[in-house]
């Protein structure tokens, strides 16, 4: 039980393009969604808490209009990456805190 | 930064040796958890331990926790080669208990 499952587990991309990752809690309502980033070979940083029905909490220095977060529903969270660039090209997880289970991730990369 | 320190950076250990991790964190928290994770994939959960626990046993592991020194250990014994990974220690802070990572260390067990 306690499953997030995170669509889609690879990306790649052109400059300029927008990307939504999508993580959805399987068997449990989630009322709230970490969202995280990890460059290579470092550690995951914070980016945002979504909550549903209202807005997201963002980390300071973390870009709101780039990083859109919406949780729309008690099982469905989004981060839309907006106008992708190559230094956005990251790994991006997200946990619900409700069960402490992560998402399997995704490879975004930017070309 | 809020971001949790541990070290080694990296560690090199033989099989069935035992290998030890540190981590220290700056703020108050809930709890600290320690995570793997093979290179390039998620993150495997593999410990918890409250705030007014001292130490905590699962299976090859033993995780210790010192509040009034903000740091924790995680010891595993008996090494094996498919302990090979990054481990990482995240503190569990606040009302949404948001884990906050420390910056990892890479595990390499030779066979």
């Known amino acids: 039980g306690a499953v997030v499952s995170q669509h889609p587990s690879r990306v790649i991309c052109k400059s300029g393009t927008s990307v939504k990752i999508e993580c959805r809690s399987l068997?449990?309502?989630?009322?709230?969604m970490f969202w995280y980033r990890q460059f290579p070979k470092q550690s995951l940083m914070l980016m945002a808490t979504?909550?549903?029905?209202?807005?997201?909490?963002?980390e300071q220095g973390v870009e709101k209009d780039k990083f859109l977060i919406n949780h729309a529903s008690l099982t469905l969270s989004t981060l839309t990456v907006t106008s992708a660039h190559p230094e956005d090209s990251s790994f991006y997880i997200c946990?619900?805190?409700?069960?402490?289970?992560f998402g399997s991730g995704t490879r975004l990369t930017v070309v | 930064s809020q971001q949790g320190e541990e070290d080694p950076q990296a560690l090199s250990i033989q099989e069935g040796e035992n290998a030890t991790m540190n981590c220290s964190y700056k703020?108050?928290?809930?709890?600290l958890q320690w995570y793997r994770q093979n290179s390039g994939r998620g993150l495997v959960h593999l410990i918890l331990?409250?705030?007014?626990?001292r130490e905590k046993h699962s299976g090859r592991l033993r995780v210790t926790l010192d509040t009034s020194k903000k740091s924790s250990s995680l010891l595993i014994t008996a090494s094996r080669a498919a302990d090979t990974a990054s481990y990482f220690c995240?503190?569990?802070?606040?009302?949404?208990?948001?884990?906050?990572f420390g910056t990892g260390t890479l595990l390499a067990v030779q066979p």
């Open positions: 995240a503190t569990g802070q606040g009302a949404t208990n948001k884990l906050i």
């Open positions: 068997d449990f309502q989630a009322t709230t």
């Open positions: 331990i409250r705030s007014n626990e």
């Open positions: 703020t108050s928290i809930n709890n």
């Open positions: 979504s909550n549903e029905g209202s807005k997201a909490t963002y």
């Open positions: 946990s619900a805190p409700d069960r402490g289970t």
